[in-house]
């Protein structure tokens, strides 16, 4: 009995089915459909272990036997294409699709991708664990069911989040679930480089190519060869190095400084942000053409507070992980200690949190307590709304809790009064409208408007 795993590949010429049978014999049992409808039919048939599937078909696209095959099987589909556009490749993997291969085939590349796709997959419980990635909450698994998706392939992902947020730790699971695992996981940080350095630490150098420079040093772009590129703070990168790196990525192909010879580019590149590069590109400071190459995929990692019910999740982790490291035998946290935790905003997201827990398990015996977590006495809460320059910031401090019960309808209705009238008079003192104009830019009804101010000025009473 045949053991090998089984590909159907469904391309209307003839001339790929003859290469990929001399390419993929005997390591795999091919077999082949020249069309769309020929290729749903055998697919029924056959139930093969991998769908290879041109992208570009006359009678019924790629794209749409794609459509159909995902409607009834959960088999992994690689697309063909000669037409290998990121555009393309980013739809059809939406659509479903694995991961996308270009034509002319690279022989070995493709041989292990095949073998790499047909392997069982890693779960994304094991793979949490394994980088300390803790959450349970809608957002965080939002997050997984990207990095699942366009973790096998080779497309670009960007990493967009908060300081803290743990785009390291997602590019590090984007790398573990790919196909290029057995590879290098290489990060470099742009902001941390002095901007004479940035150079010869992506590039490398040859010998001579400086003063000091007495021998050859590879640098990140070799060091990642095979496998993954972080490139942290992309945004911090300056744009006379953005060019370069814009036409390395184009050419897939580099030179060192100081060399004569360029060098293929074999890599998959994951970059990430805490900056707003759309603003960026506006304000000149970023390259809009850099931009669109390496946001093929662009994942939104959550800030701590807007993650529901995963900081008692992380403090717990934390409070496991640095008794074991400490040798303390801390049991719990009490519930005035978790109230604070899950109260805080966290700025400094996750990151911030194991740093509070891990001093808290330092100073504690047996119980966390409040006081152990050294955090502010405020709690402080903050709403925004709009963007840039038509961003209004509100700020809400409790000074302490409350010993008794408080009535969250009537806070809810005093404060409320409250940020509307500190809006309706800050506007009153920066502009000039009359009431009616004022009514009209805050789309209230003039009478209410009127009711409004009088509970801001209200007229005094006669003696």
Not at 38 to 54: R, S, Y
Not at 244 to 249: D, E
Request: one cysteine or more; aromatic letters at 6%.
């Amino acid at each position: 009995m045949n053991e090998n795993p089984t590909i159907l590949i469904i391309d209307d010429e003839m001339a790929t089915h003859k290469i990929l049978s001399r390419l993929l014999k005997p390591d795999f049992s091919l077999y082949s459909a020249y069309s769309g409808p020929e290729g749903l039919k055998k697919v029924n048939a056959l139930k093969p272990d991998l769908i290879l599937l041109d992208l570009k078909m006359p009678r019924m696209s790629g794209i749409s036997v794609l459509k159909k095959l995902k409607e009834s099987i959960d088999i992994p589909i690689i697309i063909l294409t000669a037409y290998g556009s990121i555009t393309s490749a980013i739809q059809a993997i939406k659509l479903g699709a694995t991961d996308y291969i270009e034509k002319p085939f690279n022989n070995e590349k493709l041989k292990q991708t095949l073998k790499a796709l047909l392997e069982k997959k890693k779960s994304i419980e094991s793979l949490s664990e394994k980088l300390g990635i803790i959450g349970k909450s809608p957002q965080i698994q939002k997050v997984w069911k990207l990095v699942k998706k366009f973790g096998p392939t080779d497309l670009p992902v960007l990493l967009q989040g908060e300081t803290g947020t743990g785009k390291e730790l997602f590019a590090r699971a984007l790398h573990e679930i790919s196909k290029r695992s057995a590879g290098p996981f290489v990060p470099l940080d742009c902001s941390a480089l002095p901007e004479s350095l940035i150079e010869s630490e992506i590039f490398g150098y040859e010998k001579g190519a400086f003063t000091d420079a007495n021998r050859d040093k590879p640098g990140r772009l070799e060091w990642a060869n095979g496998g993954t590129l972080l490139l942290d703070e992309i945004g911090n990168l300056p744009l006379k190095y953005q060019a370069k790196f814009l036409r390395v990525l184009q050419e897939q192909r580099y030179v060192p400084l100081g060399g004569k010879k360029s060098k293929n580019l074999d890599i998959r590149l994951v970059t990430a942000t805490k900056r707003d590069l759309v603003e960026a590109i506006e304000q000149g400071a970023f390259r809009e053409d850099l931009y669109y190459r390496i946001s093929g995929v662009v994942i939104e990692l959550p800030p701590l507070r807007e993650r529901e019910g995963d900081i008692s999740l992380l403090a717990n982790y934390f409070v496991k992980k640095y008794a074991k490291i400490y040798n303390k035998q801390i049991l719990e946290i009490s519930d005035e200690a978790m109230n604070l935790l899950t109260s805080y905003r966290w700025p400094g997201n996750v990151r911030e949190l194991e740093h509070v827990i891990e001093k808290a398990v330092v100073l504690a015996e047996k119980t966390i307590l409040p006081h152990h977590l050294n955090l502010p006495s405020k709690r402080e809460i903050f709403f925004q709304y709009g963007q840039g320059k038509d961003e209004v910031r509100f700020e809400l401090k409790l000074e302490h809790i409350p010993d008794g019960p408080i009535d969250l309808k009537k806070i809810k209705k005093r404060i409320v009064e409250e940020i509307e009238k500190l809006i309706i008079a800050e506007i009153r003192k920066k502009t000039s409208l009359n009431q009616l104009q004022l009514a009209k830019f805050l789309n209230v009804d003039p009478k209410t408007l009127r009711t409004k101010l009088k509970k801001i000025s209200p007229k005094k009473s006669k003696a």
